[in-house]
Every structure is written in C-alpha cells, then in structure tokens.
C-alpha cells in the first residue's frame, strides 16, 4: 500500500513531527510510505526522531507565487466570508476556494497525483482542509485528516489557531475527507460529524524507570507563548518554595518565551531551585532523574510526554484538561486550568504521596500506548 504523509514539517523539533515520524516509521515497516514536506531540501536531517532507520521517502514542495489581482479577489472574499456575508455549506465551499486560490490548489494537487498513492493523511487541521480542497481530483485516494490539537484551542474564543468564526466552515470541509482523526473521545464529542479516535503511541524508548528519591520535579515542552503554561508553573513553585527548601524544579526545552522565563525565576532569586534546559536527544535521562512530572499547559491535544513520564513510573501533576482526564483517570493530581495557588497546593500533596504505589501505575498506564496497538487501528483506517 502507498501511504502519504502531507506534513508543514518534519525535520524540525515538535511533538506532532515526532508522532508523525513514529507512525510513519512503523507503517513503513509493511507499506511504501512517502512523506510530502514544506521543508526546505537543506533542512533534511534523517537522523532526527530516528527517521534514518525507515525506508520512507521525502519530497519538498513549495507552492507557486499567485497574481497580484487573484491575490487581491480571493483576500476581499475571505474577508466577507469571515466578517458579513451569511456561513453556509455553499459560502464555505467559495471560501474554501478563495483562501486557498486555484493556482496553489493546482499545485498541490499535481504533487499529490504524481505520487499515486492508496492514502494521504493531512497532518493538522489546516492542511487536512486544503487537503480535502483537492478532494474531486484525488478521488483515487484516501484522504485522512489528522487533527492534532483539541477542539477548543483550534475553536474556542480565544483561540491562537483557527478560531470561533471558522469553526463551522472547517467542521463542513473536514466533513468531506474519508476520515476525520481526533486524539479522545471528549474531542470526538464536540465536532458535528463522525470522527475516529486515535490516541497517540508512546514515541520514545524509555530509560531506566525513576527511583522516586531525588525530590525533582519535571516539565518538557516548548517555550511558546502561553501555550505550555510554564509562566504558571514557576508562579507555583515560587509559592510552594515558601513552603518547601528541598525540592527542585527542571524544565526542558527551547523557544521565545526563555527570556521571559529567565526573569521571573530571578525575580523570585529561585535561580539554584529552578534549572531551565535545552532539548536534548536523551530526554530519557531527565524522566529517569525526576520524582513527579508537572502539565501546567493551558491546552493541548494529547500531550505526548505525560505518557513519556509514566513510561519511567512517575507519578503526575496535570491542569484539568479533558484529554488528560480522559487518559488518566483519577491517577493524576489535577488543578483547575490557569490556577496558580491550586497548582502550588498540588506540587505539596505530591511530596507525600504514595509514591511506589503511584508509580507502579504509571507504568500500566503506558502500557496501553505501545506503538503496535496505535498502528493497528491506524491500518484498520488506511485500508
């Protein structure tokens, strides 16, 4: 089977090309696998993510520049779609056309033909629309959309991505694809069409489980604007330090809001407590030396490392998402999104929790996420 992974990138950090790349890894074990990139060509790094190892295939491509005046009639539709004129099945299928003009569709479309493959997986809500743009000329595949965040980041109010006003016009497109994957059941609820669920496999092999001793706490993620709520975790800990003079704090990664960071742990002088770390290719090493792991993000789709981190039988500390609800149970210690002092009351309770017990469980939790049991309900779509 030819199977194709249409991708804004793959050889960058992130948690969705690292999925991506597992999944594409493990199909490619059976399938012919090919992934299609906005990638520059010089950015080709295989050795990311393990990628090497799989016989997949890349191509780059780069949409064609459109016409001044085509630009200009498409913007000017867009802008009456989004703002005046009534949100129907026919309005959205113009706009679907006017924010993605002709000769980018054309583009995309030859790109994806000349592939001739069984099935195209869009990976994010933008690129499984566009994909489903090309839908009457790639009849001969199928076309899967692949959603990786939750439906209210991508919907809700105040939403950084797609936003409340083309909620309905991308549910109406997204309708259109064979296959809608969403990554819970609690997401599957919110859209107004059927969806397949499809949790996210444990991505890495683990090190050697924590002991349970070494009075670290540990947050992994990217440092982007809001998104992974680390602004409200060091809020916390400074509050829980009040309290505490043992306990340290390791957060892992690399983005714009580190100065941010680096200023706030120095406003509070927590400098020697809190320890602020680039991501590294053995993030194993981290999990192994930490004792509690903390989600303080403020959304997410399926967060990857809470399922890392109980790979290494540790215990968690989440904010009250409905995807980590929905994968945990009552296994975590929640707090309230966005909530500071509650965060701080549950970094406290996970110093004297039982931590043998809790950790015994986090290890058959992430269980349940082994590759081999995610890839078979991906195949039971693919075919």
């Not at 602020?276 to 789709?301: D, M």
């Not at 309900?377 to 693919?382: C, D, F, H, P, T």
Request: proline letters at 4%; hydrophobic letters at 40%.
């Amino acid at each position: 089977m030819k199977i194709c992974f249409l991708v804004d990138s793959i050889f960058s950090i992130g948690g969705v090309q690292r999925v991506t790349a597992v999944i594409a890894k493990e199909l490619a074990k059976r399938h012919d696998v090919t992934i299609v990139t906005f990638d520059s060509q010089d950015s080709q790094d295989t050795s990311l993510y393990g990628l090497g190892e799989a016989n997949i295939r890349y191509r780059f491509f780069r949409y064609p520049l459109v016409g001044y005046w085509k630009k200009l009639a498409c913007k000017a539709y867009s802008i009456l779609y989004r703002k005046v004129i009534p949100q129907t099945r026919l309005t959205s299928d113009l706009y679907a056309h006017s924010s993605f003009p002709a000769p980018l569709r054309r583009a995309l479309t030859r790109e994806l033909q000349t592939g001739r493959y069984d099935a195209i997986i869009g990976v994010h809500a933008p690129l499984a629309v566009r994909l489903a743009a090309c839908k009457k000329q790639l009849g001969n595949s199928r076309l899967i959309g692949w959603i990786h965040n939750s439906y209210e980041a991508l919907y809700g109010k105040d939403s950084l991505y797609i936003g409340e006003e083309l909620r309905k016009h991308y549910e109406w497109q997204l309708e259109k694809l064979d296959h809608t994957v969403v990554l819970c059941q609690y997401d599957a609820r919110q859209y107004h069409f059927p969806t397949r669920v499809i949790y996210n496999p444990l991505t890495l092999k683990p090190g050697q489980p924590s002991n349970g001793l070494s009075k670290r706490f540990l947050a992994v993620g990217r440092f982007s604007h809001l998104h992974k709520g680390f602004d409200l975790l060091i809020d916390a800990f400074h509050l829980f330090a009040r309290q505490d003079n043992e306990w340290t704090l390791d957060i892992v990664g690399e983005g714009p809001e580190e100065q941010l960071y680096r200023e706030k742990i120095a406003s509070y002088m927590l400098q020697d407590r809190i320890h602020l770390h680039p991501f590294t290719n053995n993030i194993q090493a981290y999990y192994s030396q930490a004792q509690v792991y903390v989600l303080s993000s403020r959304w997410e789709g399926m967060p990857l490392v809470l399922v890392e981190a109980m790979s290494h039988g540790l215990p968690i500390i989440t904010s009250n998402l409905p995807m980590c609800q929905e994968i945990m149970g009552d296994f975590a210690l929640y707090f309230k999104n966005g909530h500071v002092e509650e965060l701080a009351q549950r970094l406290y309770e996970s110093t004297t929790l039982d931590w043998q017990a809790k950790s015994a469980e986090a290890l058959t939790i992430a269980r349940q996420y082994d590759i081999s049991r995610i890839i078979s309900q991906w195949e039971s779509i693919l075919f």
